[in-house]
């Protein structure tokens, strides 16, 4: 089965980047999205086609992918950032795979 | 705005029954792809079903077999019929939309889940 790997936590001080992996077989040959989600709170889309934003979604999001690694970047890392964050793929073979997760204490 | 509510969760001993559902706002149901993706205490989550536009279904795994996914076009409502339940289907579950796809665009770009609902809690215990 087809897996995503994430690190389990990311610190990062205010006001600094936080760089989130996410590495998978081929993973750049797929498109990539990432959710975050707050405590008892459903995720919540914040980069999709790899490095797209939805409405809505801050400037200091930004993603991309390549070779066997795709990267969530929190730039000027905000306290209302701190959250779980999830990446996820798909293609016809292994259907919806998330990741691991990734906690980001801020 | 786009709004999906769940219901029906609850507590169920291994082996019953359960049907969720997904009341969806702000847009048709049957123009978008729908989902139920489910989250165990303490894990990620996990991909459940899927149904396409035109009807075709998919399910993970771990529940094909068991669990089966539905609309109700009249009432903009999503389903999931869920069987045998085992103590491993303990999770919220929630109901997700994907977003619209262009007519013959069978691309992999449009597989995300766009908007979820709150979630219900199905817990299977004895």
């Known amino acids: 089965s087809y897996e995503l790997t994430q690190p389990p936590s990311v610190s990062v001080s205010p006001g600094q980047t936080a760089t989130i992996t996410c590495s998978g077989d081929?993973?750049?040959?797929?498109?990539t999205y990432w959710y975050q989600q707050k405590p008892d709170q459903s995720p919540v889309l914040v980069i999709y086609q790899d490095s797209k934003r939805p409405s809505g979604i801050p400037e200091r999001f930004s993603g991309s992918n390549s070779g066997n690694t795709a990267t969530l970047t929190i730039s000027g890392t905000q306290a209302m950032d701190e959250a779980d964050y999830y990446c996820?793929?798909?293609?016809?073979?292994?259907?919806?795979?998330f990741g691991s997760g990734t906690k980001v204490t801020v | 705005e786009v709004q999906l509510v769940e219901s029906g969760g609850g507590l169920i001993q291994p082996g019953g029954s359960l049907r969720l559902s997904c009341a969806a706002s702000g847009f048709t149901i049957s123009s978008n792809y729908m989902s139920w993706v489910r989250q165990a205490p303490g894990k990620g989550p996990e991909w459940v079903s899927v149904?396409?536009?035109?009807?075709?279904?998919r399910h993970a795994d771990s529940v094909k077999g068991r669990f089966t996914i539905s609309r109700d076009n009249s009432r903009n409502s999503l389903h999931l019929q869920m069987n045998s339940l085992r103590a491993e289907d303990t999770a919220v579950y929630y109901c997700a939309s994907l977003p619209p796809v262009p007519t013959g665009d069978l691309s992999s770009r449009w597989h995300y889940f766009d908007n979820w609902g709150r979630g219900t809690l199905v817990t299977v215990s004895s």
């Open positions: 081929e993973l750049g040959n797929k498109y």
């Open positions: 996820q793929t798909w293609d016809d073979s292994i259907s919806y795979v």
């Open positions: 149904l396409y536009g035109g009807g075709r279904t």
